[in-house]
């Protein structure tokens, strides 16, 4: 049984880009939340979803977005990108409301 | 708003010798609490969880933590690591009613010497 995968591994982007992330679930876990994780920091909970819906999201501005997909796939999207953005971004996907995220490797995402 | 505290930023320790990573955390509600493990250039990997029941917890690679409800923590302990140990370690609780949001700590690195 494959685990939880996400593409690309790194990305470069410039300042004002936008970028897409992918991440593909384990077999069965239908819900996905996204985490930023800057460096020397703990991740930090950028929002969730189950059933194509966003279900709940955390302290970030409009400019990150996201999608899943009825394969419960998943992207996440990031506007007008700033110096900030930099981060390792970490997709986890779990069954409906269980209490266990199991986590990609993770994108390397740095804006120049 | 709850909040994790890992109190040391970076432990150093010698092959075979014990090693408690200490995790403090707010909250006024139940919380499920959890420990994962993050190796260099990778994703994170749950080491143990607590969700009720016995306040010792046994997790993978001999590590286990024990739930202290009324000094709100949950400190991680290993009585002898290997040299494979060295990690970045993060606490996480799961508020109740938090649809399993983690609210992670900032990380303890882990370095163990030969």
Redesign the interface.
């Known amino acids: 049984d494959a685990g939880v995968t996400q593409s690309p591994t790194h990305l470069i982007k410039t300042r004002g880009q936008q970028v897409t992330l992918r991440c593909s679930p384990k077999s069965g876990h239908d819900t996905v939340s996204w985490y930023q994780q800057a460096l020397g920091q703990g991740p930090q909970f950028i929002f969730q979803y189950y059933e194509e819906e966003e279900r709940q999201r955390g302290n970030f501005p409009d400019r990150f977005s996201g999608h899943q997909f009825p394969n419960y796939s998943s992207e996440l999207n990031v506007n007008a990108l700033l110096l900030g953005d930099s981060a390792l971004y970490l997709c986890a996907y779990q069954i409906g409301s269980s209490d266990t995220q199991y986590f990609g490797p993770g994108t390397r995402l740095t804006v120049l | 708003a709850q909040s ?1 505290t890992q109190l040391d930023s970076q432990v150093p320790v010698f092959e075979e010798a014990p090693v408690e990573l200490r995790c403090n955390y707010s909250s006024s509600v139940s919380v ?1 609490l959890f420990w ?1 493990v993050q190796y260099p ?6 080491l143990l ?1 607590y ?1 009720s029941g016995s306040t010792l917890v046994k997790g993978i690679n001999g590590f286990e933590a024990e739930f202290n409800k009324s000094q709100t923590s949950f400190h991680l302990r290993k009585p002898s690591v290997h040299i494979s140990d060295t990690a970045e370690y ?1 606490c ?1 609780v ?1 508020p109740s009613g ?10 303890t690195r882990l370095a163990v010497h030969p």
């Open positions: 994790v499920y994962y250039n990778q994703g994170l990997q749950l969880k969700l993060f996480a799961i938090g649809y399993n949001k983690l609210i992670f700590g900032a990380g």
